[in-house]
Nanobody, 115 residues
Framework: QVQLVESGGGLVQAGGSLRLSCAAS????????MGWYRQAPGNQRELVAL???????NYADSVKGRFTISIDNAKNTMYLEMNSLKPEDTAFYYC?????????WGQGTQVTVSS
């Protein structure tokens, strides 16, 4: 059983920054990969960024150059640094991992970017 808890969402003006955190109940070092997803009203959940245990990182084209995913193994926490935020970044943000074929999600944190 893996528990993921997101925090750090909020309301920010366009061009601003936020840092999301995802605290895991297990050692992050033991996980093959973790990711950040987002879902806006009326849209499907989409991958924002993915990081593997080996250090490989992938970003959605829409956030490349603006968002940075990272992991602090000592704190068992994954982060998403979001800069130059745009109104279209408004969504619920979720962290995710897969362990033994089972997918785990956090409860999500709302990010709202005003124009």
């Amino acid at each position: 059983q893996v528990q993921l808890v997101e925090s750090g969402g909020g309301l920010v003006q366009a061009g601003g920054s936020l840092r999301l955190s995802c605290a895991a109940s297990v050692s992050i070092f033991s996980l093959n990969a973790m990711g950040w997803y987002r879902q806006a009203p009326g849209n499907q959940r989409e991958l924002v960024a993915l990081i593997t245990r080996g250090g490989s990182i992938n970003y959605a084209d829409s956030v490349k150059g603006r968002f940075t995913i990272s992991i602090d193994n000592a704190k068992n926490t994954m982060y998403l640094e979001m800069n130059s935020l745009k109104p279209e970044d408004t969504a619920f943000y979720y962290c995710n991992t897969i362990v033994a074929g089972r997918t785990y999600w956090g409860q999500g944190t709302q990010v709202t970017v005003s124009s």
